[in-house]
């Protein structure tokens, strides 16, 4: 057989590939699996006696500039904000309360970095003081009118201090489009929504843990999607999200449903942000930095436009430490 033979049935002599061969011509053909640009990091904004080490971003006021100075240097181009509530009630009053921990942070944060993209929670858990996502009624069933007005209202105080984008974390249907409509309404128009695709998991464990929204009673499935049906119910609530005024969609988590990963990129071309939770990050550890470069990579090949990582600040070190190499 002629080599030209060889190369048209796909057999090359001695068992090269001249197209792995080389290293300037892997390069120019696939070029990084996996860059910073392409993480974002949670940023846990706590009280001055919480636990900074307890989770990797997690910091009291005070801390917010030196980490998120040190991620920009690290090419880290995005985070996602979280707040640890402080004078909880039933009516999560502080979540819109001047100068409140959450919107002091987003302000500390773009006055350190401007050009840092910042997502902010935008849930009832972390301010009331059952720490449950939505308001209820005296009689404890769920009071819309009353979720949509509070998730509205902590939407457009970010926005205020600076939020690029805001997350709705609850499941609550009706709740895009009044987050939508309260953002428009305030000339926030062009601040994104990008809501959660939340699986019901163990892995959010340490998060709720350390920023204590653990709900005193029951659980959230009512407010999460079942795993043995995550592979067709997210595809159906992704498609209600957009249609309420969504422009981008988070899933969580991801370790356990890469799978329905994949189906959400196939059905959607809004841009995706898989979350690696709290509990996914001892795993990681685990792995060490080149094996958790593996892993988020795997996520970026499986339709993530943006992965948000505990590990985002680990892998963006090590990735310029391979670079400068």
């Known amino acids: 057989m002629t080599v030209l033979a060889q190369r048209r049935e796909g057999a090359f002599p001695d068992g090269i590939n001249p197209s792995r061969a080389r290293r300037t011509v892997r390069d120019l053909y696939t070029g990084p699996t996996l860059t910073a640009a392409a993480l974002s990091a949670p940023l846990l904004a706590l009280p001055d006696a919480g636990d900074p080490s307890a989770l990797p971003g997690a910091a009291p006021l005070a801390g917010i500039p030196e980490t998120v100075a040190r991620w920009a240097g690290l090419g880290i181009r995005g985070l996602k904000l979280f707040a640890y509530g402080h004078d909880r009630d039933a009516r999560a009053t502080a979540a819109t309360a001047p100068g409140n921990r959450m919107a002091a942070a987003v302000s500390i944060v773009k006055t350190t970095v401007p050009g840092m993209a910042v997502t902010t929670e935008v849930c009832g858990c972390s301010w009331t003081d059952h720490g449950e996502c939505v308001l209820r009624t005296d009689e404890g069933a769920i009071d ?65 843990s350390l920023m204590n929204t653990d709900p005193q009673s029951g659980h959230r499935r009512g407010l999460q999607l079942e795993p043995g049906r995550a592979d067709r119910d997210t595809i159906t609530q992704a498609r209600r999200w957009i249609n309420e005024g969504a422009d981008s969609l988070t899933l969580q988590p991801v370790m356990t449903a890469v799978d329905v990963l994949v189906r959400l990129r196939d059905d959607q071309r809004v841009p995706i942000v898989a979350y690696s939770t709290s509990g996914e990050w001892g795993a990681l550890r685990a792995l060490g930095a080149a094996g958790m470069v593996e892993y988020l990579g795997m996520l970026k090949r499986a ?10 600040e680990t892998v963006a070190q090590h990735l310029e430490e391979v670079r400068s190499a």
Do not use: C, E
């Open 144 to 208: 819309l009118d009353a979720t949509y007005q509070l998730m509205g209202t902590m939407a457009v105080q970010h926005a205020d201090a600076g939020a690029d984008v805001v997350s709705p974390t609850a499941m609550l249907d009706g709740s895009i489009r009044a987050v939508r409509q309260a953002l428009d309404d305030a000339g926030h128009r062009d601040v994104g929504v990008n809501p959660n695709l939340a699986i019901h998991t163990s892995l959010y464990g340490p998060f709720k």
């Open 303 to 312: 339709g993530a436009d943006q992965v948000l990582t505990f590990a985002a």
